[in-house]
């Protein structure tokens, strides 16, 4: 219980910090109005933020000095707002609501969402490249592992995937590769950049990177659990959604009860590496429950 | 004559030198390979190398180690290609030709496009923070004029504001903003990071910086121009299409006869400061007129 409390200090605190951060880095712009109120409103957007709280969870197991990580924080938030923004557009997945609000390009229009996008992503490398807390080296290591994870060989690769995916059979092997581009490599960004920011080992950074990437597929695997068992208010789409677009998920190939032995497999890999990281990670630790148990 | 056969061997040699560094870039890329044509399709589509060309003589004016400007000069390439593949999008200007050839969109889809543009923006920072001819300082300081010259205060406020501008009256300051945000933004990047690259004093860059700046204005005065002047089959549009299109153009705004005055001027001003950035800036003088007579 104490634990649980913990960590929900450690996510109440650093969420409002990141929200508050976000903005001020958004709203000091002096750029077009409607250009600026379109970044703004998908980062405000009612994210969990949860991709800055486990790098800043990451950092917190080396390191305590917040300044170091705060950039780093906010420019993987922004990546993943601008891939989001993206993602809904008619072109591609045609959304019309997320978490219960209209899409960027439905508050807007179809132009201002994309360059809104284009705007956060570029954004994203400036803010590094001018945080006065890092050394230079420290911000091209930063920028390499963000570009890379969220670029082509990274995000973007795992958006095309799932798009060419849609509506064929694909095997367990497929789709975890689909997941791991698509959301695991952000997520592996948020832990390793964590933790070389933090001053961890390559040694303790190559076990969390092993741990980034079963939190990924735990993330993945309780998202279509929740598809099919979830809450609609919570989860903020009707049960049962995936089935009826036909989309390939770990229920469909596995079944419920498959996919809940899947996911407690990752937790207990995910812990493993953790323990071998040799860290307080204790944060993280309660983060792995926190993902396999989330119910939105 | 021996000044422009100069020029025309630095041009030459210089263009197919970027094509070969953008294409060893992208081909080895592992990625899916819907992604990789499109890609690649869109840096091989005809450019001129205008911007990264520029980048070179400005660098070349201080230092000949080419090694030092390539990665720089195929980044703003890679962006450059991304802002034309976004900027054709029908929720853009809806553009099905570039010279001459389908658009990204029309040859393969629209979905395709915006993450081929996504993707090539990312990869200019990644391209940039893996050089190994440059040391963390200089890396950081060109991802920092790069991306500020790019986002959300650069480019793509320009982008934005042309398409507010579009089909309304503006005055020829609001025309000068909307270019110099649009276009000139990555021209200043062009000379500025060659300069510093090649180890110009601040002094040097002022001078070039404001170089850039005319640089950039003449260009787009003379592509309106040849737009009632010009040649369809050059051009790759057909003559008057401003005009029949009603945009907002320095022929519009003061006549062919005062957009030929106004582009003298920038010349004599461009050159002016070109003298005052005291170094071999033998190729940048005759760009400008290169830039003043070109017939496409």
């Known amino acids: 219980m104490i634990v649980q409390e913990k960590l929900n200090h450690f996510i109440n605190t650093n969420r409002e910090l990141i929200g508050q951060e976000l903005q001020y880095h958004l709203k000091q712009l002096d750029i077009p109005e409607q250009l600026k109120a379109s970044m703004i409103y998908s980062t405000e957007a009612g994210g969990k933020r949860l991709r800055p709280i486990l790098l800043m969870a990451s950092f917190d197991a080396y390191n305590h000095d917040n300044n170091k990580v705060l950039s780093s924080a906010v420019a993987l938030e922004m990546i993943h707002t601008y891939s989001l923004i993206h993602d809904d557009l008619p072109a591609m997945d045609d959304d019309d609501l997320r978490r219960g609000q209209p ?3 439905i508050k807007f229009d179809e132009a201002t969402a994309i360059l809104a996008g284009d705007g956060l992503l570029t954004l994203s490398f400036e803010l590094i490249s001018n945080d006065l807390h890092l050394t230079d080296g420290e911000k091209v290591q930063i920028i390499q592992l963000l570009s890379t994870a969220s670029g082509p060989k990274g995000m973007v690769a ?7 995916a849609e509506r064929k059979a694909v095997t367990l092997e497929e789709l975890e590769t689909i997941h791991t581009l698509k959301t695991g490599e952000l ?5 390793r950049s964590g933790a070389y920011l933090g001053g961890a080992t390559n040694e ?10 079963y939190l990924g597929l735990i993330f993945q695997v309780q998202d279509d659990i929740l598809d099919v068992t979830g809450d609609a208010a919570k989860i903020g789409k009707p049960v049962g959604s995936d089935e009826a677009n036909d989309k390939n998920t770990y229920v469909k190939l596995l079944g419920i009860e498959g996919a809940v032995e899947k996911k407690e497999n990752y937790v207990t890999k995910a ?7 040799d860290a307080d990670t204790s944060h993280l630790m309660s983060l792995v429950d926190y993902f396999s148990k989330r119910d939105h």
């Open 103 to 105: 899409t960027n390009h």
């Open 158 to 164: 795992g958006q095309i995937r799932d798009m060419e």
């Open 187 to 191: 997520f592996r960004f948020a832990i």
């Open 204 to 213: 303790q950074i190559k076990h969390l990177d092993q741990f980034a990437h």
């Open 271 to 277: 812990k493993k590496e953790l323990s071998d990281a």
